[in-house]
Nanobody, 125 residues
């Protein structure tokens, strides 16, 4: 599967953005999906994950809980990350990821076989 992330940009603190990750192929619903981010000089960190098929299992990093929402539209082969109340510390390159084995959601980068190219999110104070 190939992943294409989009929707990043430069916003002010308190603003919102919605990231999209479009996947190729006809078996998108068979993949668990995740969003990760990486700030300069830091390791890639988990943001949110959604399980395969109906997306009934969802997990968030504590740092984004209550502000970010992950969702999926299997008919459009797309997973979304709605980001509200953005903070300067949310500044990073955001990556989407997919894997057939992540059926219940996955919080570790090593669990994912497929990655998008990343989209930059910059939040100014």
């Amino acid at each position: 599967v190939q992943l294409q992330a989009s929707g990043g940009g430069l916003v002010q603190a308190g603003d919102f953005l919605r990231l999209s990750c479009a996947a190729s192929g006809r078996t998108f619903s068979s993949y668990g999906m995740g969003w990760f981010r990486q700030a300069p000089g830091k390791e890639r960190e988990f943001v949110a994950t959604i399980s395969w098929r109906d997306g009934s299992n969802i997990y968030y990093a504590d740092s984004v809980k209550g502000r970010f929402t992950i969702s999926r539209d299997n008919a459009k082969n797309t997973v979304y990350l709605q980001m509200n109340s953005l903070k300067p510390e949310d500044t990073a390159v955001y990556y989407c990821a997919a894997d057939r084995m992540v059926v219940a959601g996955g919080t570790l980068p090593a669990q994912y076989s497929y990655w998008g190219q990343g989209t930059q999110v910059t939040v100014s104070s």
